[in-house]
């Protein structure tokens, strides 16, 4: 999923005429004060980083006048949060807020339909709605065939005891925050608050929003926003991830490799397949050694990705062996792959009876592979032992090195 | 017997003429498997190997007998494709197609479900039934005899690589399988474990499952629901994969997209526990499903 910052997400719903406040997004204090002049009164100043609960973690806060917000400005500004640093807030005028309501849209995994959340309570988070008022909330599935009808809307909130003109109001925000939702192929809208104000408008104080990364090929008016973190978790990529992204992507139709660094850990961890990795990474913690990294590779990468991964792999400070290992495979073709890690191997000045390093892998011109491999002086095994064997002969060999 | 494939399974390839579907084909055709005909518009007239190719599925189903469809299409037509098979009364789609967007994949599988349609997948390397000799997908490639042997396990993983490799290992332990099934790595897919247990449950060939899970979902915890309730009888095995991602951020996927903790759903220790609770012969380590193998 890539996140879009609340300015973008702000604008694309305001496109869709769905109120929200004034803001503006500044990088210095004192842009921060003359923003906050401009708009007047009371200011809420946002963190503009792509991370969750910013309330939570200090990164929305509330300024009286406009020194106040230069102040609250500066203390944001510069600071790094989960790896992001601050370089710019929002600005936006703080409503006069006399209720606070919820709600998101997402798709329910299990029900494998799109879903809407409501709540006739706001401003903390669901998890904490659902433990506190489970009364106060309506879940209703949507026919993704048809989409959300209008009346659907007016009988969520009205069903939450809403009437009058704020039922009207909501019913039409949520009806175009549907519209929004399909659009831009969201995974998540949430909007948290909805603020109802003492003016009796309602608006979209603070809102989520996630896009499904494999829809951006038909998303090229927002591409260009989105925050796509690391695909493997929510925090921006080391230099030796980097790399590999660049080895996979310099030949992106031909096999994949994947790589993600862990803290510390013994050994290259360099094996093939979704389930086979999370197997046998389990497997080597369970004999007590930690892998240096995490990786998945295959659909029959050619050498030059085989190598890149594998250089990239075995280049991390501190690692004792490589192993290498996946499951019986009927595409990848093992003579590019020893061709690949025989050549990462000698280029790294890696000894294999120094830096123990073991194969596993039977698949698609294997005896060729097994050839090249034992040539280069390394342990090989296709199918006559298992996945698990094949750790538990790799962690004797780095005990050997421990004495 | 097996479940959802077997001699009268009659095939129709949606995006037959691309350069991975006509390898493919070739493997499935070599195999045994019956493929009545590809589809790929503009390109009627042409064969693959031999199976005819039409322009559209109607037009196949006018000349042949169908009853299942492969989707090779790229992710942008997936929906459309599935659509078109439903319509034309096919009763079994599997798709290989991985990456297609969610929002796709949801009114898919909606689509198909209202129709009474069995999707497998997306994102397969989809099945095998090895006594008929009929397989479905690139699983098993061109020498599918390594892993999968005809016998009387019944195995389901999310896993492509997985169902071959614990194939494999039930063909070491001295057995081999009824039906096969690469379930797909995506978060949203056709067939859950649950209904291919209830298929299982059916078959009188299958005397056990050997099921390969991995983190996310609750794929896990409805079988384990579903076994108290007492919809699957027969022996179940299962290993589940990925323990220590319970120690990394939550939203960290690693492996297939799928596998994703999210919201604290998805442990592999919650579904080990349930699991367990049900009775189901859950393995501490992969090696040990040979011994509960050797047991049965």
Same mark, same amino acid.
């Given at each position: 999923m890539?996140?879009?910052?609340?300015?973008?997400?702000?604008?694309?719903?305001?496109?869709?005429?769905?109120?929200?406040?004034n803001?503006?997004?500044?990088a210095?204090?004192?842009e921060?004060?003359?923003?906050?002049q401009?708009?007047?009164g009371?200011?809420?100043?946002k963190?503009l980083?792509?991370?969750?609960?910013?309330?939570?973690?200090g990164?929305?806060?509330?300024?009286?006048?406009?020194?106040d917000?230069?102040?609250?400005?500066?203390?944001l500004l510069?600071?790094?949060?989960q790896?992001?640093?601050i370089?710019?807030?929002?600005?936006?005028?703080?409503?006069?807020?006399?209720e606070?309501?919820?709600?998101s849209i997402?798709?329910?995994?299990n029900?494998?339909?799109?879903?809407?959340?409501?709540?006739?309570?706001?401003?903390?988070?669901?998890?904490?709605?659902?433990?506190q008022?489970p009364?106060?909330i309506?879940?209703?599935?949507?026919?993704?065939?048809?989409?959300?009808?209008?009346?659907?809307?007016?009988e969520?909130?009205?069903?939450?005891?809403?009437?009058?003109?704020?039922?009207?109001?909501?019913?039409?925000?949520?009806?175009r925050?549907?519209?929004?939702?399909?659009?831009?192929?969201?995974t998540?809208l949430?909007?948290n608050?909805?603020?109802l104000?003492?003016?009796?408008?309602?608006k979209?104080?603070a809102?989520?929003?996630?896009?499904?990364?494999?829809?951006?090929?038909?998303q090229?008016?927002?591409?260009?926003y989105?925050?796509?973190g690391?695909?493997r978790?929510?925090?921006?990529?080391?230099d030796?991830e980097?790399?590999?992204v660049?080895?996979?992507e310099?030949?992106?139709?031909?096999?994949?490799?994947?790589?993600?660094?862990m803290?510390?850990?013994e050994?290259?961890?360099?094996?093939?397949?979704?389930?086979a990795?999370?197997?046998?990474?389990?497997?080597?913690l369970?004999?007590?050694?930690k892998?240096?990294?995490?990786?998945?590779?295959?659909g029959?990468?050619?050498?030059?990705k085989?190598?890149?991964l594998?250089?990239?792999?075995?280049?991390?400070?501190?690692?004792?062996?490589?192993?290498v290992?996946?499951?019986?495979?009927?595409?990848?073709?093992?003579?590019?792959?020893?061709?690949?890690?025989?050549?990462?191997?000698?280029?790294?000045?890696?000894d294999?009876?120094?830096f123990p390093?073991?194969?596993?892998?039977?698949?698609?011109?294997?005896?060729?592979?097994?050839?090249?491999i034992?040539?280069?002086?390394?342990?090989?095994?296709g199918?006559?032992?298992?996945?698990?064997?094949a750790?538990?002969?790799?962690?004797?060999?780095?005990?050997?090195?421990?004495? | 017997?097996?479940?959802?494939i077997?001699?009268?399974?009659k095939?129709?390839?949606?995006?037959?003429?691309?350069?991975?579907a006509?390898?493919?084909?070739?493997?499935?055709?070599?195999?045994?498997?019956?493929?009545?005909?590809?589809?790929?518009?503009?390109k009627?007239?042409e064969?693959v190997?031999?199976?005819?190719?039409?322009?559209?599925?109607?037009?196949?189903?006018?000349?042949?007998?169908?009853?299942t469809?492969?989707?090779?299409?790229?992710?942008?037509?997936?929906?459309?494709?599935?659509?078109?098979?439903?319509?034309n009364?096919l009763?079994?789609i599997?798709?290989?197609t991985?990456?297609?967007?969610?929002?796709? @994949?949801?009114?898919?599988?909606?689509?198909? *479900?209202? &129709? +009474?349609?069995? /999707?497998?997948?997306?994102?397969?390397? !989809?099945l095998?039934?090895?006594?008929?000799r009929v397989?479905?997908?690139?699983?098993?490639?061109?020498?599918?005899?390594?892993?999968?042997?005809?016998?009387?396990?019944g195995?389901?993983?999310?896993?492509?690589?997985? @169902?071959?490799?614990?194939?494999?290992?039930? *063909?070491? &332990? +001295?057995?081999? /399988?009824?039906?096969?099934?690469g379930? !797909?790595?995506?978060?949203?897919?056709g067939?859950?474990p649950?209904?291919l247990?209830?298929?299982?449950?059916?078959?009188?060939?299958?005397?056990?499952?050997?099921?390969f899970?991995?983190?996310g979902?609750?794929?896990?915890?409805?079988?384990a629901?579903?076994?108290k309730?007492?919809?699957f009888?027969?022996?179940?095995?299962?290993?589940?994969? !990925?323990r220590?991602?319970?120690?990394?951020?939550?939203?960290?996927?690693?492996?297939h997209a799928g596998?994703?903790?999210?919201?604290?759903?998805?442990?592999?220790?919650?579904?080990i526990?349930?699991?367990?609770?049900a009775?189901?012969?859950?393995?501490?380590?992969?090696?040990?499903?040979?011994?509960?193998?050797?047991?049965?």
């Amino acid at each position: 999923m890539s996140r879009l910052l609340e300015n973008i997400s702000k604008g694309l719903i305001s496109k869709e005429e769905i109120p929200i406040p004034n803001f503006q997004v500044v990088a210095t204090p004192e842009e921060a004060r003359k923003a906050a002049q401009e708009i007047g009164g009371e200011i809420v100043v946002k963190a503009l980083i792509p991370i969750g609960k910013r309330k939570k973690a200090g990164l929305v806060k509330f300024a009286k006048d406009a020194e106040d917000t230069k102040i609250i400005a500066a203390e944001l500004l510069g600071k790094t949060v989960q790896f992001y640093p601050i370089n710019k807030v929002l600005i936006e005028k703080k409503l006069n807020i006399k209720e606070e309501l919820f709600v998101s849209i997402t798709i329910d995994k299990n029900k494998q339909v799109p879903i809407i959340i409501a709540s006739v309570v706001g401003g903390i988070d669901i998890e904490e709605l659902s433990r506190q008022y489970p009364e106060k909330i309506s879940k209703t599935m949507v026919n993704p065939l048809i989409g959300l009808p209008k009346y659907k809307s007016r009988e969520i909130w009205s069903g939450l005891g809403m009437t009058s003109t704020k039922l009207k109001q909501c019913s039409t925000i949520l009806d175009r925050l549907y519209q929004v939702f399909l659009k831009y192929d969201c995974t998540i809208l949430e909007v948290n608050p909805l603020v109802l104000t003492k003016e009796g408008i309602v608006k979209v104080a603070a809102v989520v929003m996630g896009v499904d990364d494999l829809a951006i090929f038909r998303q090229k008016e927002i591409e260009p926003y989105l925050e796509v973190g690391s695909e493997r978790s929510w925090k921006p990529l080391t230099d030796l991830e980097k790399q590999v992204v660049s080895v996979n992507e310099a030949d992106p139709y031909r096999g994949t490799a994947r790589y993600t660094e862990m803290d510390n850990g013994e050994i290259g961890f360099m094996c093939g397949g979704g389930g086979a990795s999370l197997l046998l990474f389990d497997a080597l913690l369970n004999l007590g050694v930690k892998p240096a990294n995490y990786t998945e590779f295959g659909g029959n990468p050619p050498e030059k990705k085989v190598y890149g991964l594998a250089k990239a792999i075995i280049s991390k400070p501190g690692i004792k062996g490589l192993f290498v290992c996946g499951n019986i495979t009927s595409n990848t073709q093992v003579d590019k792959l020893a061709r690949g890690i025989v050549r990462a191997v000698k280029e790294s000045n890696k000894d294999p009876k120094k830096f123990p390093i073991l194969v596993r892998y039977a698949g698609v011109n294997e005896a060729i592979g097994k050839q090249i491999i034992e040539e280069a002086g390394i342990e090989y095994y296709g199918d006559n032992i298992t996945m698990e064997e094949a750790a538990s002969l790799m962690v004797k060999r780095i005990e050997v090195l421990r004495k | 017997m097996a479940i959802l494939i077997n001699k009268e399974t009659k095939i129709a390839i949606q995006g037959i003429t691309g350069r991975e579907a006509s390898m493919v084909t070739k493997h499935m055709l070599d195999y045994g498997t019956k493929i009545i005909a590809g589809i790929t518009p503009g390109k009627f007239g042409e064969n693959v190997y031999g199976v005819p190719v039409y322009n559209t599925m109607k037009e196949a189903c006018i000349k042949h007998e169908i009853n299942t469809s492969i989707i090779y299409v790229p992710p942008a037509f997936v929906m459309d494709a599935v659509m078109e098979a439903v319509d034309n009364n096919l009763k079994f789609i599997v798709i290989i197609t991985e990456n297609i967007p969610i929002h796709d @994949t949801v009114k898919c599988l909606y689509y198909a *479900k209202k &129709a +009474g349609a069995i /999707v497998v997948g997306p994102n397969t390397a !989809g099945l095998i039934n090895p006594e008929d000799r009929v397989k479905i997908g690139p699983l098993g490639g061109d020498n599918a005899e390594r892993c999968f042997v005809p016998g009387s396990i019944g195995v389901i993983s999310r896993s492509g690589g997985m @169902t071959a490799e614990t194939s494999w290992m039930i *063909k070491r &332990a +001295g057995k081999g /399988v009824t039906t096969s099934i690469g379930i !797909g790595g995506d978060p949203l897919i056709g067939s859950s474990p649950k209904s291919l247990l209830a298929l299982f449950e059916q078959d009188k060939k299958t005397e056990a499952v050997l099921m390969f899970s991995e983190p996310g979902t609750r794929f896990e915890e409805d079988v384990a629901d579903f076994i108290k309730e007492g919809g699957f009888t027969k022996t179940l095995i299962a290993y589940v994969a !990925g323990r220590f991602t319970e120690q990394l951020p939550e939203g960290t996927v690693f492996g297939h997209a799928g596998a994703i903790i999210e919201g604290g759903l998805g442990k592999p220790s919650i579904k080990i526990k349930m699991l367990r609770e049900a009775g189901v012969k859950v393995a501490e380590n992969y090696d040990n499903i040979i011994e509960f193998l050797e047991e049965l």
